[in-house]
T-cell receptor, first 113, second 114 residues
Framework: NAGVTQTPKFQVLKTGQSMTLQCAQDMNHEYMSWYRQDPGMGLRLIHYSVGAGITDQGEVPNGYNVSRSTTEDFPLRLLSAAPSQTSVYFC????????????FGQGTRLTVV | SQQGEEDPQALSIQEGENATMNCSYKTSINNLQWYRQNSGRGLVHLILIRSNEREKHSGRLRVTLDTSKKSSSLLITASRAADTASYFCATDAYSSGSARQLTFGSGTQLTVLP
C-alpha cells in the first residue's frame, strides 16, 4: 500500500517558469489537500478538495492552481514561479477531512531562483 | 494566521526522561490532532482528541485537552533517541469563511540525547 505519493522530491525552477507537482493516493480518500511548509511557519493550507471535481482555496492560494479530475490524483500547478514560492510542499489525504487523521506524502522541496 | 501555537519551540532532554509539549489555540475546535515529523520526511499522525474528550492515551503518548483554556499538551513518557523529531498540533476548526480546516502550528523540535 503506497499511501500518498508525491513527485518530484526535489525541483529547481527559474523565476517565471511553470510546473506541476504531482500527488496520488491509493486509499480511496475523498479529501486531499496541499500544504506548504516554511521555516518557523508550520504548515499552511494552499488548496483542498472534498472530492473529484470539487476544489477550494486555503490560507495561501495565490500563485497556485489545482484540479481534481479523479479521486486518486490532486496536482498542484505553479503558474509563474516566484522566489517566495521556495518551500517544501506536502500533499495529504484523509477519509473524512478534517475530523480524521491525515496521511502525508514525503514532500517536494522546491527552490525558485 | 496560525490557529495552534506550540510551546516550547525547542526541547532537549535525556533518554528515559519525559517530554511535554503544549499547544494553545484561539477559536473553538472540533478536534485537535498531534503529528510527528522526522527530519526531511512527511508528517505522521500520532493521536486525535475530540472536543468532548479530556484525555487520551496511545502507547507512550498521553494527550490532554482543556477547551476552557484552549490548550492541549502532549506527553511522551520514557523518551528514546528515536523520538527526536518535530511535533505539531493541528486544530480542526472553522476558518475565516464557512469551511472547516485543519490548521497546523509551527511545531516543537524535540531532541532526545542518548
Amino acid at each position: 500500500n503506497a499511501g500518498v505519493t508525491q513527485t518530484p522530491k526535489f525541483q529547481v525552477l527559474k523565476t517565471g517558469q511553470s510546473m506541476t507537482l504531482q500527488c496520488a493516493q491509493d486509499m480511496n480518500h475523498e479529501y486531499m489537500s496541499w500544504y506548504r511548509q516554511d521555516p518557523g511557519m508550520g504548515l499552511r493550507l494552499i488548496h483542498y478538495s472534498v472530492g473529484a471535481g470539487i476544489t477550494d482555496q486555503g490560507e495561501v492560494p495565490n500563485g497556485y492552481n489545482v484540479s481534481r479530475s479523479t479521486t486518486e490524483d490532486f496536482p498542484l500547478r505553479l503558474l509563474s514561479a516566484a522566489p517566495s514560492q521556495t518551500s517544501v510542499y506536502f500533499c495529504a489525504s484523509s477519509y473524512s477531512y478534517p475530523n480524521t487523521e491525515a496521511f502525508f506524502g514525503q514532500g517536494t522541496r522546491l527552490t525558485v531562483v | 494566521s496560525q490557529q495552534g501555537e506550540e510551546d516550547p519551540q525547542a526541547l532537549s532532554i535525556q533518554e528515559g526522561e519525559n517530554a511535554t509539549m503544549n499547544c494553545s489555540y484561539k477559536t473553538s475546535i472540533n478536534n485537535l490532532q498531534w503529528y510527528r515529523q522526522n527530519s526531511g520526511r512527511g508528517l505522521v499522525h500520532l493521536i486525535l482528541i475530540r472536543s468532548n474528550e479530556r484525555e487520551k492515551h496511545s502507547g507512550r503518548l498521553r494527550v490532554t485537552l482543556d477547551t476552557s483554556k484552549k490548550s492541549s499538551s502532549l506527553l511522551i513518557t520514557a523518551s528514546r533517541a528515536a523520538d527526536t523529531a518535530s511535533y505539531f498540533c493541528a486544530t480542526d476548526a472553522y476558518s475565516s469563511g464557512s469551511a472547516r480546516q485543519l490548521t497546523f502550528g509551527s511545531g516543537t523540535q524535540l531532541t532526545v540525547l542518548p
